[in-house]
């Protein structure tokens, strides 16, 4: 498709196994973003790639959380040790460069649960 | 550090009424962006401005940027159901490289 893909749409896992997010972007675009949106907020930056590179991690909230981008195009954001508190949806959002003025493309997001 | 406030935080009206919801910020952005979101979906976005008083419509949605740029707004005219969702704004910087979005407005038109 031409849109951001976002996979698994729906995860549900234990507290304390890892988890992988992917995301898809645009074809082209060259940065790609991470959100996370607790029920019923708005959204909390995570990371920005421009590129594989990722000049602004501030958002990650903890060492647990971890992202990576390769062929300027797939991204994985991997959370380890899950914690309740990681429940959440986590967005990818992804635009044709790297500014502010940039419109963002957004997917329709993982879905986490942690039991 | 840049933010943008929106008010209200949540609005339920009746199908047919009016509404105003606001974006603002002691910061001065170059551009705002309205974004839509529905449940189950990310965000889609809706309208860039990027002219201090510029006014855009979008069929019944008219957005307006600030003299100053540091506030919008998002008028709706004869709201129907298919408006509700959660509305968010965000600001873009010359220079910076993302957007600073606020924590939306989820807004119930109610049949």
């Known amino acids: 498709g031409a849109g951001v893909s976002q996979s698994p749409s729906n995860k549900v896992t234990e507290k304390g196994k890892d988890v992988e997010l992917r995301c898809d972007p645009i074809?082209?675009?060259?940065?790609l973003y991470w959100y996370r949106q607790r029920l019923g907020q708005g959204l909390e930056f995570l990371i920005y790639?421009?590129?594989?590179?990722?000049?602004?991690k501030s958002g990650l909230p903890s060492d647990r959380f971890s992202a990576e981008r390769t062929g300027e195009s797939v991204s994985t954001l991997t959370i380890q040790r899950t914690q309740q508190e990681d429940s959440a949806v986590y967005l990818c959002?992804?635009?044709?460069?790297?500014?502010?003025?940039?419109?963002?493309?957004f997917g329709d997001g993982t879905r986490l649960s942690i039991l | 550090t840049q933010l943008l406030e929106q008010s209200p935080q949540f609005l339920s009206i009746q199908e047919g009424e009016n509404l105003t919801v606001y974006c603002n910020s002691s910061?001065?952005?170059?551009?705002l962006q309205w974004y839509r979101q529905e449940p189950g979906e990310g965000p889609v976005l809706l309208v860039t401005?990027?002219?201090?008083?510029e006014v855009k419509k979008l069929k019944r949605l008219t957005f307006q940027f600030g003299d100053a740029r540091k506030d919008s707004s998002l008028h709706i005219t004869a709201a129907q159901t298919g408006d509700t969702g959660l509305y968010l704004c965000?600001?873009?910087?010359?220079?910076?490289?993302?957007?600073?979005f606020g924590q939306g407005t989820r807004l119930t038109i109610n049949p």
């Open positions: 910061s001065v952005f170059s551009s």
């Open positions: 959002a992804s635009s044709l460069v790297g500014q502010g003025s940039q419109p963002q493309h």
């Open positions: 965000a600001g873009g910087t010359q220079g910076a490289q993302k957007l600073v």
């Open positions: 401005v990027v002219t201090g008083g």
């Open positions: 074809s082209g675009h060259t940065a």
């Open positions: 790639f421009q590129g594989n590179s990722a000049p602004d």
